[in-house]
């Protein structure tokens, strides 16, 4: 049982290149959740998922798109990345939206 | 549980003291509240939650103390130990987002003193 696993774990991208970061989870979750975490500062979400087909805007979705086509997937995009997002991004789910359960990140990196 | 900024609050203890993290939440309507641990290079992983209607929690080694007259959530912790060195986040679940959508605070860093 991996819970959830986030490939890559370490990307370095030029400005205005883009990337898609994988989520995956074997629980069976319906909720799954994307994150940034900059310095000294808590997560801060930027789109979720709460089933199959739907995904909502976070507080901070501006530069990212997510798809979730099947339940245990949720992929982030960044069609243009700028060097304000880098950062560590976190996916995570959660059954029914309490106690989500975290991946181990992917650090990236914008030059 | 806002955040605050670049400099993380923290907290030193001494191996088997116990530890008491403090928390100000920002809504007085949020209904749900959560603490995580998050060790350096890791993704948070869950301590314990508590609902609204609750004052006290007990886990094993962890309480969470709510109080609600102050907006005020706290983690204690019992006989710290070398692993409980991480950074630890609150997070409240406020009525004006739906889903789950938690604040985050900034978090505290424990550090355990030998």
């Known amino acids: 049982n991996a819970g959830v696993t986030q490939t890559p774990k370490f990307r370095v991208l030029k400005t205005g290149q883009s990337m898609t970061l994988l989520c995956a989870q074997d629980?069976?979750?319906?909720?799954m959740y994307w994150y940034r975490q900059d310095p000294g500062m808590g997560l801060r979400l930027i789109h979720y998922?709460?089933?199959?087909?739907?995904?909502a805007k976070g507080e901070v979705p501006d530069g990212y798109n997510v798809s979730r086509l099947k339940k245990q997937n949720f992929l982030l995009g960044l069609e243009s990345a700028a060097p304000s997002q880098t950062s560590v991004y976190f996916c995570a789910s959660s059954l029914l939206g309490t106690n989500p359960h975290f991946g181990a990140g992917t650090r990236l990196s914008v030059l | 549980g806002e955040s605050v900024g670049l400099h993380l609050p923290t907290l030193s203890v001494q191996e088997g003291d116990n530890s008491i993290i403090n928390c100000a939440y920002s809504n007085s309507a949020s209904d749900y509240f959560i603490w995580y641990k998050q060790e350096s290079g890791k993704g948070p992983q869950f301590i314990i939650d508590?609902?609204?209607n609750m004052d006290k929690r007990q886990g094993q080694r962890v309480t969470v103390l709510l109080n609600k007259t102050v907006k005020h959530l706290s983690l204690q912790i019992a006989a710290t130990q070398p692993g409980d060195s991480a950074v630890y986040f609150c997070a409240e679940n406020p009525p004006f987002r739906s889903n789950y959508q938690l604040i985050w605070g900034a978090g505290t860093k424990l550090i355990i003193k030998p």
């Open positions: 508590i609902r609204s």
């Open positions: 629980m069976n979750h319906e909720y």
């Open positions: 998922s709460v089933g199959e087909g739907t995904t």
